[in-house]
């Protein structure tokens, strides 16, 4: 049901029916789960909140920001104290045609004079509005509104101004002759005596709207009885909120800790539910890829690089710079841009050099003695599900991680088509044999890893691995394990990746591979720097 309707129905039902004061949408949501069929968006209140006075010191477009978060926070319908409509008129007009579009179900208006003060605040000096006046700011809105729901209250000052009851029922039938949808008749008496009476003699004409907040000791059932429709609690939430805010501050103030406070006030967990925070994370999951990619990933940067002589002397080969950033961010920065967060690195030589924000380390401190597969060994201490492994001295495009995504097996690597350039190399050079070489053609066919080496065939090889590995979380489990079993073995210190993929191809778990042609550098040498502009 729209929430105009909802309020008109409020207004209109048989019933006695309640609505609660919020000066701001924490206020209305926290009335609206209570129970409460609507909320009173006071004007006292929600410039009060803004430590001004109810004066019209807030604009009336500050108080339409508000009940506009209000809407947004609440399904129940909100009836705006409108105080005068800010004008004449035609702010009536501009005011109604605003609130419908923010979702307002209504508007009550009082007849004094903008800029208007409290009721409650010398009342009886206050002047009241014309009749005529004020019944053609009634009907102006009555003619504005779209939606034929929308409900516009008047609200009677005669009574508070010291007019008396034949004032105040004259301007009830003017303000119903113009379209008013309710009468909000209010009296700043301790005693309900002359609302009962205005109810009385007016005798349900239109509903019948109060607020006592200076006659609260009236039972409510002696307005049930008099056939009042709505009574609004109008500042409640507010001058609750001011003790408890008023208690806290002189506590803290007085005790230096806030140790003692904590059971008396909401937890943290409440304020997250008022903000519907899991709702966000919900939609996180569906709408928001950067958040499902729960990979970790390792990088294995304890290497000295000794190749690259003065350049390595004081910081470790992952740490050089490339284009004016180490190597080590780019390839970080790279994980980043797909949302991998969880990232380790893991340092041997000159680890000290090593410490970038937000990054976990391990540390290999056996560097000269060991290889990758040691280093991999600690890397993987502490990862559970799915995982990531790159050298730390080579540079790829995005592109690479782009195909790795697509393979899903348990163990998947990148191998570049493009290997002949590697071939007279000094250095190892991780050449594949695969089951189907490169072929534009046979792009469908699903690539196994057959054997790893740097002394396969030139006419059986691939293309070279690039040192990069993704391990689905079963995948991360089996090299765990096979690592374990194997570290009990002599030679396990000298153990290179390669000879870990023909471990796992020789207890015939199948290494999925996927194909690319270059978009990556191995930067091993002074040479390999002449290609790295192209990145
Ligand atoms: C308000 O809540 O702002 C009202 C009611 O207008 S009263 O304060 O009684 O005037
Ligand atoms: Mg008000």
């Not at 005798?203 to 307005?223: G, I, M």
């Not at 970790?296 to 690089?305: D, E, M, P, T």
């Not at 799915?386 to 393979?407: C, M, P, R």
């Not at 053609?441 to 070279?464: A, R, Y």
Request: contains cysteine; proline residues 2%; negative net charge.
């Amino acid at each position: 049901m729209k929430k105009t309707t909802k309020l008109k129905n409020i207004l209109n039902n048989k019933e006695l029916n309640f609505l609660m004061e919020a000066h701001n949408a924490l206020s209305a949501k926290i009335v609206s789960e209570s129970g409460f069929e609507g909320v009173w968006a006071s004007g006292l209140c929600m410039s009060a909140s803004m430590a001004l006075r109810d004066n019209n010191e807030a604009s009336w477009t500050q108080i339409l920001e508000v009940v506009e978060l209000m809407s947004d926070a609440t399904d129940i319908p909100i009836l705006l104290d409108g105080d005068t409509g800010y004008g004449n008129f035609n702010n009536m007009r501009r005011l109604v045609k605003k609130l419908e579009q923010r979702g307002v179900a209504g508007v009550c208006i009082e007849d004094k004079l903008f800029p208007k003060t409290n009721s409650f605040i010398k009342g009886d000096c206050q002047p009241l509005a014309d009749i005529e006046e004020f019944s053609g700011k009634i009907k102006a809105g009555k003619d504005t509104q779209q939606d034929s729901d929308f409900c516009i209250v008047a609200r009677i000052e005669a009574l508070i101004a010291g007019w008396g009851l034949r004032e105040a029922i004259k301007r009830a039938m003017a303000y119903k002759e113009a379209g008013a949808d309710a009468i909000l008749i209010h009296s700043d008496k301790t005693q309900p005596n002359d609302i009962l009476e205005f109810i009385k003699a007016w005798d349900n004409q239109l509903p019948v709207v109060v607020v006592p907040t200076k006659y609260y000791r009236t039972p409510t059932e002696v307005f049930r009885h008099a056939k009042v429709s709505l009574i609004i609690w109008a500042n409640h939430m507010l001058r609750s909120a001011i003790v408890s805010m008023q208690n806290t501050a002189r506590f803290v103030y007085k005790e230096k800790s806030v140790l003692n406070l904590e059971e008396n006030i909401a937890p943290l967990i409440e304020v997250f539910r008022l903000q519907c925070s899991e709702e966000l994370q919900e939609a996180e999951e569906r709408y928001f890829s950067y958040n499902k990619n729960k990979n970790s990933v390792i990088i294995l940067a304890a290497s000295h690089g000794k190749e690259l002589g003065q350049l390595t002397h004081e910081q470790p080969k992952t740490l050089i710079n490339i284009n004016g950033k180490p190597l080590l961010n780019r390839i970080i920065s790279t994980f980043y841009e797909f949302g991998i967060k969880d990232l380790t690195v893991v340092r041997g030589y000159k680890k000290e050099k090593i410490s970038i924000h937000n990054i976990k380390y391990i540390d290999n401190d056996d560097y000269e003695n060991t290889r990758e597969v040691f280093s991999l060994f600690k890397g993987l201490t502490n990862i559970v599900g799915d995982a990531i492994i790159s050298y730390g001295d080579i540079l790829f495009k995005k592109y690479v991680i782009n195909i790795l995504f697509e393979l899903d097996g348990d163990f998947n690597i990148v191998v570049d088509s493009s290997w002949q350039e590697s071939l007279n190399k000094q250095r190892y050079i991780n050449f594949v044999s695969c089951n189907v070489k490169y072929r534009k053609e046979e792009f469908e066919q699903k690539v196994f890893l057959q054997h790893i080496g740097n002394t396969i065939t030139e006419s059986d090889i691939s293309g070279e691995w690039i040192g990069i590995l993704k391990l689905s979380s079963v995948g991360t489990n089996i090299v765990k394990s096979i690592l374990n079993e194997l570290s009990q073995r002599d030679g396990f210190k000298s153990m290179r990746i390669s000879e870990l993929f023909n471990e796992l191809i020789s207890r015939n778990y199948k290494i999925h591979v996927a194909y690319t042609h270059g978009a990556w550098i191995d930067i091993d040498d002074i040479d390999d720097f002449s290609k790295i502009s192209s990145f």
